[in-house]
């Protein structure tokens, strides 16, 4: 069974840190596109974090830059969301997604953070930012 699964989210307060984890089983990551996403009630799934197969190559929402790190490690077939300095706004439940497609065919397609074009989810964890 081709599963992903994510683990760290949690309440923290306005400026704090947490590392979202996204951990696959029955398959391996590294030559896969991985994305976080996130949703609120009432919104649609926006994405926040892209990483290439290739490690080198990520990608940012413009609401996240500076504050969050997307990294993978293979060995551990892992990939991580360092968030820094949270906002109220970030809270979300996040989910991590992985797709086939090529990156270079999502990015210029401008579909890179499509959700229909993710074919393996996790279940999501709960980010809540609040004092």
């Known amino acids: 069974q081709l599963q992903l699964v994510e683990s760290g989210g949690g309440l923290v307060e306005p400026g704090g840190s947490l590392r979202l984890s996204c951990t696959a089983s029955?398959?391996?990551?590294?030559?896969?596109?991985i994305a976080w996403f996130r949703q609120t009630p009432g919104k649609e799934r926006e994405g926040v974090s892209c990483?290439?197969?290739?490690?080198?190559?990520?990608v940012y929402a413009d609401s996240v830059k500076g504050r969050f790190i997307i990294s993978r490690d293979n060995a551990a077939n892992t990939v991580y969301l360092q968030m820094i300095n949270l906002k109220p706004e970030d809270t979300a439940v996040y989910y991590c997604a992985a797709t086939r497609t090529s990156p270079q065919t999502l990015y210029f397609s401008g579909r890179l953070f499509a959700p229909s074009e993710y074919e393996i989810w996790g279940q999501g964890t709960q980010v809540t930012v609040n004092s």
């Open positions: 990483i290439y197969a290739s490690v080198t190559s990520t």
């Open positions: 029955g398959f391996t990551l590294d030559s896969l596109t």
